[in-house]
């Protein structure tokens, strides 16, 4: 084996043995270039045991054969032999020898009393003998789920912290508690649980203090409250076996700090810096016995230092940066993309708060070029909204004089830039208005617009562009506004995406087990009977007294929240109301029986404080910016993922008082139909098999600063749900499929699809296929083609397309009444061919495969399949640089490294693709390199 070179003496500072080959490189060099001193030794045994390891672990690594454990296992025996020779007697003996065969000792348990079996504790993500570095990004390990699990196998606990939050507290407290309940001391009289903090500033939370000594946990505080004497935020978890671990960073104990993406915290392992380790506990007891500074926790002294000061709120700031952000540009990437194919009717789906008025303007900043006349009409229900977006308008287009505004008494002089109110709108001044006075109408909260008012302004204009804004696309009466756009949605900002991007609020979510059981509730057209469902949720008053207590145990403080808790029905909202106010947390039921100006009134108070909880039915799901809400609760099983993201969305808008929404969701037996699925799905993203993945990973790819802890019987139901649904697949769909069929209607994939809210990867998933699913159904099809089995099992490999040039072009083909003439040099023809399983035919065999396919029921279903994969295609793409143009590919478009080379038309010795295994290849046909290079492994 070539042996590894020596690092060059580079010139810098160096504290490092000199070794033989260095030694080379600094006889070459002149004496006042190198300051080269004696090996100290106190610290030469460490420093030459650095090179030892570094040389230890290259040739273990390189060991082979067979049987590489057993073959690094005798050379690291060896090694230890000849230590054991040389070194004092005692000092390496028989017992540092390792057994064979190797092994990793992960645990030793307890003696548990039969009929209970010893469980091992889950162990860290990152292993016990590593250190680490820890920085919340959306690929990384987050501290607050790694402190639970470190939690899980600790002896005992030390934390060095500024700030204790209960939003923070109560990520780990179910650990902390767990700890504390195994003994309450150790054998030195040491409380499990040791805490330092400080009443600096006035952020530690008297709630957070009082919580942890329920538990048993000893608290200690700095009342300080002038200057900060502890800035250090610091874990020290103690394990008898040896294996401590810690963490020291920048996090605080608060919900942001231990799940954001801006924290940085270093994880310790006392197997390879165990100094470090001794040096954390002894610098702790110091702190600890420091009773001039820190002073057990006395409440009444908690607040007596603290007093009644509270920091000055901020005043809200505004601060616009008209340069779009990237979801904004990914926006007006997708709407550039629609209209570049002749979608001029486009509504835009993103939550509230994420900059939606910016787009429209940075939108009608770029039609104005490109339309022969720029004349706009934004229309919007409020003033407050149409002077804001006029505001926009004018710094986006640097004219500050841009736009009239047609509202109360206000009417336009130019009739040219027109802000106007819906209600400014009515039928006489509609009639007076051209149909095609307008360009550009944009239409702000587009989800109205199945209301009387908003109809008939859009029948009465004719735009050149049609532009809707909404955060909620679907409206609570059920009226659909998709059809002013061809049931589609150009642009949408999906949730988890907002959340990473710091839109949105963050958010806690506990899933709380032991809801009323609704499995035998009669379930039809994709959810419950509601009178059935009612009564199984009014029936259990002490279901309702469990929620109260969940909120208390839950919530930092609830006579300072502001909740909306989501209801079956009237008589349920009623009831909770009731309960809640009997437990004095003041709350109020409200219902679309519920006067207009009695909901308002209600809602008022949520704002002011004056209500700490409002119970609705079927209301506040669209249309309601409530930024106050800091708590949501989920009361009954939500069908409709729509409908659960607008609940959810609810709390989600930011607020400077604020630090993250509160979600409880009650969850109980669902029935077999239930799709708990969907609601993950809608946070995380994936497939089912991803979700239930993340359920039992405990949900590691969240985005920052968001949590989902689910209880012990939440989540055995909502995975012994997901599990039933991946088991059941095909049946299940099969029913939806006879459902929407039974009136005798024709379904295509894309009614489907949306109708039964599936996922274009879940229908294909493990070979199934459209037709399949509809000869399983009992609906009539042809007789199946000669080559059906390879069609069947290549659909599944086109999902990935995202390139509209060949998706119609692909389109165009099979939609021909008769099999296309073959053409090898047709690079549409050569990847259509090899994406429906011919990658090991020559393309010679091109026209035996086109009459197969037209021979084939599937061909119908490929049709439609491109139809589905186009419309949801929002890649803007463009050709090749000019000596490339006639190739089939377009930059920024998806390809398998397949399809490039039938790009390419590189052909092996039989006159098919050809296959290679490198990430370079050079195509001399086109005089290219192609580079392939894995970016994300």
Not at 211 to 219: I, K, N, P, S, W
Not at 901 to 907: H, I, M, N
Request: some cysteine; aromatic content about 6%; glycine content about 6%.
């Amino acid at each position: 084996m070539k042996e590894r070179r020596t690092r060059s003496a580079v010139p810098g500072l160096y504290d490092a043995p000199v070794t033989q080959g260095l030694e080379d490189e600094l006889a070459a060099l002149a004496p006042e270039l190198k300051s080269v001193a004696e090996l100290d030794p106190h610290h030469g045994s460490v420093a030459l045991a650095r090179v030892l390891h570094e040389c230890l672990v290259r040739a273990l690594a390189s060991v082979s054969g067979e049987d590489k454990s057993a073959a690094q296992l005798t050379l690291a025996n060896r090694v230890l032999a000849l230590l054991q020779e040389h070194a004092a007697a005692g000092i390496v003996g028989a017992r540092d020898l390792l057994a064979p065969p190797a092994r990793r000792l992960r645990a030793v348990l307890e003696p548990v009393a039969p009929p209970a079996h010893p469980a091992s504790p889950e162990h860290p993500t990152i292993p016990l003998s590593i250190s680490d570095l820890l920085v919340n990004g959306p690929h990384d390990v987050s501290l607050g789920p790694e402190v639970r699990r470190e939690l899980l196998s600790a002896d005992r606990v030390d934390l060095l912290c500024s700030f204790l939050k209960f939003s923070g507290l109560r990520l780990v407290q179910d650990e902390l508690r767990s700890l504390c309940a195994r003994k309450a001391h150790d054998a030195r009289g040491r409380a499990r649980v040791r805490v330092l903090t400080t009443a600096y500033m006035m952020a530690t939370e008297r709630r957070a203090l009082d919580e942890l000594t329920a538990m048993g946990a000893d608290v200690r505080v700095s009342y300080d409250t002038t200057r900060t004497r502890l800035h250090a935020k610091a874990w020290l978890f103690h394990r008898a076996t040896g294996f401590s671990t810690g963490f020291v960073g920048s996090s605080n104990l608060s919900s942001a700090a231990m799940l954001d993406g801006l924290e940085w915290n270093v994880r310790l392992a006392a197997a390879d810096n165990a100094a470090l380790l001794e040096k954390f506990g002894a610098t702790f007891e110091q702190y600890w016995e420091d009773t001039d500074t820190f002073h057990p926790y006395v409440p009444e002294q908690f607040d007596e230092a603290v007093g009644r000061a509270r920091r000055a709120e901020l005043a809200p700031y505004l601060f616009l940066d008209i340069e779009p952000r990237p979801h904004q540009r990914e926006i007006l990437d997708d709407l550039a993309s629609e209209r570049a194919r002749g979608h001029r009717r486009n509504l835009v789906v993103a939550a509230t708060g994420t900059g939606k008025t910016i787009v429209a303007a940075l939108d009608y900043k770029r039609l104005r070029v490109e339309l022969p006349n720029d004349r706009l009409l934004f229309v919007a229900h409020r003033r407050e909204i149409l002077e804001q977006s006029r505001r926009i308008f004018r710094v986006a287009l640097r004219d500050g004089s841009f736009g009239e505004t047609l509202v109360g008494g206000d009417r336009p002089d130019r009739w040219k830039h027109v802000f106007a109110s819906v209600q400014s709108l009515h039928t006489d001044q509609l009639d007076a208005i051209p149909r095609d006075a307008f360009d550009v109408l944009v239409v702000d909260e587009f989800h109205h617009a199945a209301a009387q008012t908003y109809e008939r302004l859009l029948a009465h204009f004719q735009p050149s562009v049609l532009l809707g804004l909404t955060a909620t696309p679907e409206r609570a009466d059920g009226r659909s506004v998709l059809d002013h756009f061809d049931g589609r949605v150009a642009s949408e900002l999906r949730l988890w995406k907002a959340l990473d991007d710091g839109l949105l609020s963050p958010f806690q979510y506990f899933g709380v087990g032991g809801a009323p059981d609704v499995s035998a509730v009669a379930w039809s057209r994709g959810r419950y009977d509601p009178r059935a469902l009612g009564n199984v949720y009014t029936a259990d008053h002490l279901f309702a007294r469990r929620v109260v207590q969940e909120v208390v145990r839950r919530v930092r403080d609830v006579q300072a929240m502001r909740a909306l808790g989501f209801c079956v029905d009237v008589a349920h909202a009623e009831l909770m109301a009731r309960v809640f106010t009997e437990a004095g947390i003041r709350s109020s039921a409200v219902s679309a029986a519920t006067e207009a100006h009695e909901r308002a009134a209600r809602l008022n108070e949520l704002r002011a404080g004056d209500l700490r909880c409002i119970f609705s039915v079927d209301l506040f799901n669209e249309g309601v910016d409530l930024p106050d809400v800091d708590t949501v609760l989920f009361l009954r099983p939500t069908e409709s993922a729509t409908v659960f993201l607008q609940q959810l969305g609810r709390g989600l808008r930011r607020n400077d008082r604020k630090e993250c929404l509160t979600v409880l969701d009650f969850i109980g037996d669902a029935h077999r139909r239930f799709r708990f699925d969907l609601r993950f799905r809608a946070v995380v993203g994936g497939t089912r098999r991803s979700v239930q993945r993340e359920i039992e990973r405990g949900f590691p790819s969240l985005p920052a600063g968001c949590v989902i802890q689910l209880d012990q019987q939440a989540q055995r139901a909502v995975l012994d749900n997901i599990r039933h649904q991946v088991g059941s697949g095909v049946k299940d769909l099969v029913e939806d499929l006879r459902a929407l069929t039974a009136s005798g209607a024709h379904i295509d994939l894309a009614t489907f699809l949306r109708e039964a809210e599936v996922d274009l990867e879940d229908l294909y998933a493990n070979g199934r296929t459209w037709t399949a699913l509809q000869r399983a159904a009992g609906l009539g099809l042809p007789a199946r083609g000669p080559d059906d089995d390879q069609i069947e099992r290549a659909f599944s490999r086109i999902l990935h397309i995202d390139d509209e040039f060949r998706l119609r072009g692909f389109r165009e083909l099979v939609r021909a009444h008769e099999p296309p003439a073959a053409d090898a040099t047709s690079g549409l023809q050569r990847l259509l061919f090899m994406l429906l399983g011919y990658v090991r035919e020559p393309f010679s065999s091109m026209a035996t495969a086109w009459r197969a396919l037209w021979q084939s029921p599937l061909r119908e279903e490929l049709r439609q399949l491109l139809e589905v994969l186009e419309d949801r295609s929002r890649r803007v793409t463009s050709p090749l640089p000019r000596e490339l143009t006639a190739l089939p590919l377009r930059v920024h478009a998806t390809y398998s490294l397949d399809e490039v080379l039938a790009g390419f038309d590189e052909r092996n010795s039989k006159g098919g693709v050809k296959r290679i295994q490198t990430g370079v290849y050079r195509c001399e046909r086109a005089g290219t390199d192609l580079l392939f290079v894995t970016l994300e492994k």
